[in-house]
């Protein structure tokens, strides 16, 4: 008997649990935003669906809003420059819709040097698209180096998905 109500408050604090997890990440673009990382983000998460080929959602999820660097690299790979000519043309076909980039790195190496490489690799991509007809004025950068992981752990795989550049959009003129 009392295993019985042990395993059915254990089931119904597990269901909980999941219910609570599930409506936080409802519509907020996932656990950190329409920025899809933990970078977070101020972009529209109201504004059309995943369906809608001009809403931020299917910016994020249809075309991509990361683009991973290789080790003390901020080099655009082919794939990365695939990758940045979409983001461009969405932006190009969106004229509403402002970015902040955003510029990361793993964990290795000192504060200032990953301040330094997250910023030349947010410029690499702001460069890019300028390159593909993006007007500058349209794009911002920040960097946050290794400040904000998506991914905590001294292993390699994580370190992969922390050297990034996130591109957030915002409604509306840019500042």
Request: charged share 15%; net charge negative; glycine share 12%.
């Amino acid at each position: 008997m009392e295993f019985a109500k042990t395993s059915s408050r254990a089931r119904l604090s597990l269901a909980l649990v999941a219910a609570l997890a599930v409506s936080g990440c409802a519509g907020s673009g996932g656990l950190f935003g329409s920025a899809g990382g933990a970078g977070g983000g101020s972009g529209p998460t109201t504004a059309g669906a995943f369906g809608d080929p001009s809403s931020p959602q299917y910016f994020q999820q249809a075309i991509g809003d990361r683009v991973l660097f290789a080790v003390d690299q901020s080099t655009l790979s082919p794939e990365a420059q695939q990758l940045v000519s979409q983001q461009a043309e969405w932006l190009m076909s969106n004229g509403a819709y402002t970015a902040v980039i955003e510029g990361h790195a793993d964990e290795q190496g000192t504060r200032e040097y990953n301040l330094a490489l997250g910023a030349r690799r947010a410029s690499a991509v702001r460069d890019f698209m300028v390159a593909q007809g993006v007007a500058d004025s349209r794009l911002t950068t920040v960097t946050f180096g290794k400040e904000r992981p998506i991914e905590i752990c001294s292993d390699e795989s994580c370190y992969a998905q922390n050297r990034r550049s996130v591109t957030v959009l915002s409604a509306g003129p840019s500042s």
